[in-house]
């Protein structure tokens, strides 16, 4: 499992908001704490926190396409500056025991393969593995990925290399694995609001989950979030998920739209067990099934911890 990625300027300057990221449960392992950034020394601080806060590696983000982290000579801006992309590899390799990887586009303009001159310096700057999303930046997620370009990577370093983009399936996911040679796959938007769909894609078996797995697993989603971000962040927060998780013909669109209207997440709980009254037993037994244990916190003011 990977973050989302976290700033290093955040966590350099102690915004509170940041260092919440690096709150890392007991259940969360093995986990990967993915750092985006544009200065060597910041981005090794950040990485010292992340090997303290007990994650198993740390990997740095080259692919960010979005404007406001671009500009900051972060993200997918580091497919153009190798120099300064190596220089952070060696830094943050420098600071921690974990491995280091990165993950990256294929470059910055349509039909760039910078991702093809720039992986084997990353890989002798200290980048134990590389992820490629064989898109460009300029693409964001339209398009396909190309990934003719991750099986040119795979020939070129002797790292392991994840493919991602656009598996949604174990067909899809063996077909990817075979042509590129890759080690493995990692799956992002196919699993949104569809967790079922890593079990899929692993052994093959397409078993859709039930109506009250479904608000189940809802429900304990709604939960975490409003514990993790307070229920004010947590309303706004969720409401994407109502579509991912009830889409797909699994829920008729005017509850999903129903679901939308309501601020308060109590009730959105109450109306999603109404709609699959079977769900309560299962939430009570997936929630005696999370594993307890000591959660890593580092010495940070406690409000850090109250996502509110
Ligand atoms: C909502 C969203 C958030 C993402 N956040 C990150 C991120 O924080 N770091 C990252 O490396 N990639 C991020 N990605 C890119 C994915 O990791 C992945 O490379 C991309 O979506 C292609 O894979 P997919 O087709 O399986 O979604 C994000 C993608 C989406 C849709």
């Given at each position: 499992?990977?973050s989302?990625?976290?700033s290093?300027?955040?966590i350099?300057?102690?915004?509170?908001?940041t260092?919440?990221?690096?709150?890392?449960?007991?259940?969360?392992?093995?986990?990967a704490?993915?750092l985006?950034?544009?200065?060597p020394?910041?981005?090794a601080?950040?990485?010292r926190?992340?090997?303290?806060v007990g994650?198993?590696?740390?990997?740095?983000?080259?692919g960010?396409?979005?404007?406001k982290?671009?500009?900051?000579?972060?993200?997918a801006?580091?497919?153009?500056?190798?120099?300064?992309a190596?220089?952070?590899?060696?830094a943050v390799?420098?600071a921690?025991?974990?491995?280091?990887?990165v993950?990256?586009?294929r470059?910055?303009?349509?039909?760039s393969?910078?991702?093809l001159?720039l992986?084997?310096?990353?890989?002798?700057?200290?980048?134990?593995?590389?992820?490629?999303h064989?898109?460009s930046?300029?693409q964001?997620?339209?398009?396909?990925a190309?990934?003719?370009?991750?099986?040119?990577?795979?020939?070129?370093?002797?790292v392991?290399?994840?493919?991602?983009?656009?598996?949604?399936?174990?067909a899809?996911a063996?077909?990817?694995?075979?042509?590129?040679?890759?080690?493995?796959?990692?799956?992002?938007?196919g699993?949104?609001?569809?967790?079922?769909?890593?079990?899929?894609?692993?052994?093959g078996?397409?078993?859709g989950?039930?109506?009250?797995?479904v608000?189940?697993?809802?429900?304990l989603?709604?939960?975490?979030?409003?514990?993790?971000?307070?229920e004010?962040?947590?309303?706004g927060?969720?409401k994407k998920f109502y579509?991912?998780?009830?889409?797909g013909?699994?829920?008729?669109?005017?509850f999903?739209?129903?679901?939308?209207?309501?601020?308060?997440?109590?009730?959105v709980?109450?109306?999603l067990?109404a709609?699959?009254?079977?769900a309560?037993?299962?939430v009570?037994?997936?929630?005696?099934?999370v594993?307890?244990?000591?959660?890593?916190?580092l010495?940070?003011?406690?409000?850090v911890?109250?996502?509110?």
């Amino acid at each position: 499992m990977c973050s989302e990625m976290v700033s290093c300027a955040g966590i350099e300057h102690g915004n509170e908001r940041t260092l919440g990221y690096l709150r890392v449960a007991a259940d969360e392992h093995p986990l990967a704490i993915q750092l985006f950034g544009s200065e060597p020394k910041a981005m090794a601080n950040a990485a010292r926190m992340v090997e303290a806060v007990g994650a198993d590696l740390v990997d740095l983000n080259f692919g960010c396409p979005v404007k406001k982290v671009t500009r900051t000579g972060a993200g997918a801006h580091l497919l153009e500056d190798g120099d300064l992309a190596c220089r952070l590899v060696s830094a943050v390799a420098a600071a921690v025991d974990l491995p280091v990887t990165v993950k990256l586009r294929r470059g910055v303009h349509n039909g760039s393969t910078a991702c093809l001159e720039l992986g084997p310096r990353l890989v002798d700057a200290g980048a134990a593995s590389l992820t490629l999303h064989p898109r460009s930046a300029e693409q964001m997620y339209t398009g396909t990925a190309d990934h003719e370009l991750t099986a040119e990577l795979v020939a070129l370093v002797d790292v392991p290399v994840v493919a991602s983009g656009d598996v949604t399936s174990f067909a899809r996911a063996q077909d990817v694995l075979a042509s590129t040679g890759a080690a493995a796959v990692m799956v992002g938007r196919g699993a949104q609001g569809n967790p079922w769909a890593l079990q899929e894609i692993v052994d093959g078996e397409a078993v859709g989950p039930s109506r009250e797995e479904v608000v189940a697993e809802l429900v304990l989603f709604v939960r975490e979030a409003v514990r993790e971000l307070g229920e004010r962040r947590a309303s706004g927060f969720l409401k994407k998920f109502y579509g991912w998780y009830l889409g797909g013909g699994r829920f008729p669109k005017p509850f999903k739209q129903e679901l939308l209207q309501l601020d308060a997440t109590e009730e959105v709980e109450r109306r999603l067990l109404a709609a699959a009254p079977g769900a309560v037993e299962l939430v009570e037994r997936l929630e005696a099934e999370v594993p307890t244990g000591d959660e890593v916190t580092l010495e940070l003011p406690i409000s850090v911890y109250g996502g509110g």
